[in-house]
């Protein structure tokens, strides 16, 4: 199994530019999450889901949009990137379809908005 | 009051010492607890569960205080390798709901 990929690994945006961060499990984990971490902030939740379909909103959803079409992928998208977005970015997944399991984290993409 | 605190250190310890990590929580009703360990640049990975009795894992012990509201990890006859950061973290609501809350990380240093 490759476990949680994310794509890309590096990103330079430039302010008001759009883009989504790929992030794929095959593991068949019923939940997925993004976060982002930033220093001295921790990780924060953005957006998850708890199955094909379903999305919810985290602790710090504005500025981007999450669908999930099918179990194995979950893409978080910049709407208009904004300086404040530069972050290093985490999806992860779980095997229940909530988030107290264990969660398997993806490598991470580290953003850069200009 | 924070969620979920812990020190932020750094702890700078020599190979083979034994060192502490707590870690508080605001939310009475949480049920389930966990350390994440994260090392520089990388994703975070589960150290271990902390469960109300306490458990041990080699040379890692984890202790859950619910009166206090404190979750602490202990490791002894610390590796270089060691040397990572330490998250603590709590879910929000009992049984299966909510979503997990991480604490900032507590980050340790391990030196020859």
């Known amino acids: 199994n490759a476990g949680v990929t994310q794509t890309p690994k590096f990103q330079v945006l430039k302010t008001g530019q759009s883009m989504t961060l790929q992030c794929a499990q095959d593991?068949?984990?019923?939940?997925m999450s993004w976060y982002r971490q930033d220093p001295g902030m921790g990780l924060r939740l953005i957006h998850y889901s708890v199955g094909a379909g379903i999305t919810d909103q985290g602790e710090v959803p504005n500025g981007y949009n999450v669908s999930r079409s099918t179990t194995e992928d979950f893409p978080l998208r910049l709407l208009s990137a904004a300086p404040s977005q530069t972050s290093v970015y985490f999806c992860?997944?779980?095997?229940?379809?909530?988030?107290?399991?264990?969660?398997?984290f993806g490598p991470g993409t580290r953003l850069t908005v200009t | 009051r924070k969620e979920v605190e812990q020190d932020p250190g750094p702890f700078n310890v020599p190979e083979g010492a034994t060192v502490a990590f707590n870690c508080t929580y605001s939310?009475?009703?949480?049920?389930?607890f966990f350390w994440y360990r994260q090392d520089c640049r990388k994703e975070p990975k589960l150290l271990m569960s902390?469960?109300?009795s306490g458990n041990e894992d080699g040379r890692f012990t984890a202790q859950l205080n619910r009166a206090s509201q404190y979750i602490s990890l202990l490791i002894r006859d610390s590796k270089l390798s060691d040397s990572a950061t330490y998250l603590c973290v709590v879910s929000p609501y009992g049984g299966s709901q909510g979503n997990l809350i991480f604490g900032k990380g507590t980050k340790l240093s391990v030196k020859p």
């Open positions: 593991m068949n984990h019923e939940y």
């Open positions: 902390v469960y109300s």
């Open positions: 939310n009475s009703a949480s049920q389930s």
């Open positions: 992860a997944s779980s095997y229940g379809g909530h988030g107290v399991d264990e969660q398997y």
